[in-house]
């Protein structure tokens, strides 16, 4: 389907509150994993939405970058009102990661702890927000709650702080994907990267998307939770797993082939993700050619409703999310509307009241 007819629009505001904290490091061994379809019991904090002169922070809990590869970013986001905080990772490598394991855990936990920080951006994804994970300390952000923006490996976070404090996040694009001259940016980009800002600052998203042949129709309420299906793979049996019961789960993937897409679609099945969800949410996914002589010969489609077949929830398919330039901030961990109708789909966060804005096709 041609992306230039997805829609996006978007409109206002939010709220927060107490919540359990994830395990501190240095504790005991976490819990074991709850059973699949469980919930989170803990009330929903939503991070208060940003102001002009609010900060957000800038590290490097994955994969490396320099402070002039993060330039963009931080002059388009200066450019919107807000101050940026660069921390000690950006600039730094080991091997693949924005420095040593010990060095990114500290940054992410500076910006954790420093209350003048109202957001975290991560600025790029790659490799090793695993590593990290069971070294921070989350507290800080149980007790003064601040957004954490990211997506691609940054799953591991969004995924942790959802299924342990029920801390609303952003899943977005991260500094690297911001273009180096904004006025040559495409339509779609240009508004994913301006998403970003308007979920910051509270507005009511609303997202209106052109209809795939093999969606299901129907229409879902529940939490929106997910993100890069290799990475949620992964997570299952830790403490950072999820639980999809009655939730609007999206997915997206790069880089993988066919086959292993229909095995991660076997494992979500066979784990217990799939049978009660409210919806399904299918991304972007750059698929990796086989290799000759070894073609699967089916496609991410055909995939995804063999696992889903007899179940009967609304699934969309080209969602405008994923490694791709049109991937549009989602309020992680939400509740959300989706409507899959045969002339259009919509996804709306249903946690603010009000009209929301005329979408503009992009």
């Not at 797993?241 to 066979?270: C, N, P």
């Not at 949410?281 to 991410?300: Q, Y």
Request: proline residues 6%; glycine residues 10%; contains cysteine.
């Amino acid at each position: 389907m041609n992306r230039k007819n997805f829609l996006s629009s978007l409109l206002t505001i939010g709220a927060a509150g107490p919540v359990l904290a994830a395990p501190m490091a240095g504790k005991a061994a976490p819990p074991a994993p709850m059973p699949a379809g469980a919930k989170v019991a803990t009330p929903l904090v939503i991070p208060p939405y940003l102001r002009p002169g609010d900060t957000i922070g800038i590290t490097c809990p994955a994969g490396d970058i320099t402070a002039l590869e993060i330039l963009p970013a931080t002059q388009l986001i200066e450019s919107w009102g807000f101050r940026i905080k660069v921390g000690d990772t950006v600039g730094k490598k080991d091997a693949i990661f924005g420095g040593t394991d010990a060095e990114r855990a500290a940054d992410f936990q500076q910006m954790l702890n420093d209350r003048e920080v109202s957001a975290i951006l991560c600025a790029r994804g790659g490799y090793g927000a695993v590593h990290i994970i069971d070294q921070l300390d989350f507290t800080p952000l149980a007790t003064h709650p601040k957004w954490i923006i990211g997506f691609s490996d940054i799953t591991v976070i969004l995924c942790h702080i959802h299924t342990n404090g029920n801390i609303a996040s952003i899943h977005s694009k991260m500094c690297n994907s911001f273009p180096d001259d904004w006025s040559k940016a495409e339509p779609g980009q240009a508004a994913s990267i301006l998403s970003i800002r308007q979920a910051l600052s509270g507005e009511r998203m609303q997202y209106n998307v052109a209809p795939n042949s093999q969606n299901r129709t129907g229409r879902a309420e529940g939490t929106l939770i997910g993100g890069n299906l290799k990475t949620i793979e992964t997570l299952a049996g830790t403490h950072s797993d999820i639980y999809t019961a009655g939730k609007i789960l999206f997915v997206e993937d790069t880089g993988e082939y066919l086959y292993s897409i229909d095995r991660m679609f076997w494992h979500l099945q066979r784990s217990g993700k799939l049978n009660r969800l409210a919806g399904l949410v299918v991304g972007g996914f750059k698929v990796k050619p086989d290799d000759p002589g070894e073609e699967f010969k089916r496609t991410v489609a055909d995939i995804v409703m063999d696992r889903v077949r007899s179940y009967d929830y609304p699934v969309c398919f080209d969602f405008p999310v994923g490694h791709q330039k049109d991937n549009f901030a989602l309020k992680y961990g939400i509740p959300h509307l989706l409507d899959v109708q045969e002339q259009q789909v919509s996804l709306t966060d249903t946690s603010i009241t009000g009209s929301t804005a005329s979408p503009a096709q992009s």
